[in-house]
């Protein structure tokens, strides 16, 4: 299994600043992806980051916003920008394992806009 | 109609009892997993299931491919069991983005001493 680490684990921050969160595996993973869990909604995706190239992102979500990096296969970071107390959810980095199928999650990032 | 129910939203237990939480879907799947969030949010990987049955400790997970159908079940539960228990399914065409999961909103589980 892949161990996954985030940065920092919770945060309150003040309207119209930004946040980077940091997720960090074990071991090298061709897929790594960044998903959102609003207060009482389930776990949504964001986008799927891309190693060397821009990230994928889901309908409703753009690169202004969230804009994320993967420099290499270790590695990536979710910023959120410009926040707004809509944006107070957990935020989780996901890898897809070896096996088919496979995929982990890590801890979250419960961020807190006032 | 989300894709993924998941039945109950809530469920409050004794110590000890029987415990079922349902998830149903509706599209073609290639996998389903049973998910574990503790309140700090992380989330942990019970079962990852295609087909069958699947049992680790006291869990145990079943899924009905033409009924379109999954259960968890926990015996003997304990109050460390308390947590929010979601289902995932994996499209079968990876529609959307490759690795997409389609996530229940949860069962908030809370298991009494």
């Known amino acids: 299994s892949a161990v996954i680490s985030q940065k920092p684990s919770r945060d309150i921050c003040q309207r119209g600043t930004s946040l980077t969160i940091q997720c960090q595996v074990d071991s090298q993973v061709t897929m790594m992806f960044w998903y959102r869990q609003q207060p009482g909604q389930s776990l949504t995706l964001i986008a799927t980051a891309n190693q060397g190239s821009e990230a994928t992102y889901e309908s409703g979500f753009v690169i202004d916003k969230f804009p994320i990096s993967r420099p290499n296969l270790t590695f990536s970071t979710l910023t959120v920008s410009n926040m707004s107390p809509e944006d107070s959810s957990i935020y989780l980095c996901s890898v897809k394992g070896r096996y088919y199928n496979e995929q982990f999650f890590g801890p979250g990032t419960r961020l807190t806009v006032l | 109609k989300n894709e993924v129910e998941q039945s109950p939203q809530n469920l409050t237990a004794q110590e000890g009892e029987f415990i079922t939480i349902n998830c149903s879907y509706s599209?073609?799947?290639?996998?389903l997993h049973w998910l574990q969030q503790h309140p700090g949010g992380g989330i942990v990987s019970l079962f990852m299931l295609s087909s069958g049955k699947k049992k680790h400790g006291r869990l145990i997970a079943t899924i009905n491919i033409q009924e379109k159908h999954s259960s968890l079940h926990i015996t003997a539960s304990h109050p460390r069991d308390s947590a929010v228990y979601i289902c995932a399914v994996r499209l079968g065409n990876y529609g959307g983005s490759q690795g997409n999961l389609i996530f229940g909103k949860g069962t908030k589980l809370s298991v009494k001493p």
């Open positions: 599209v073609g799947i290639s996998a």
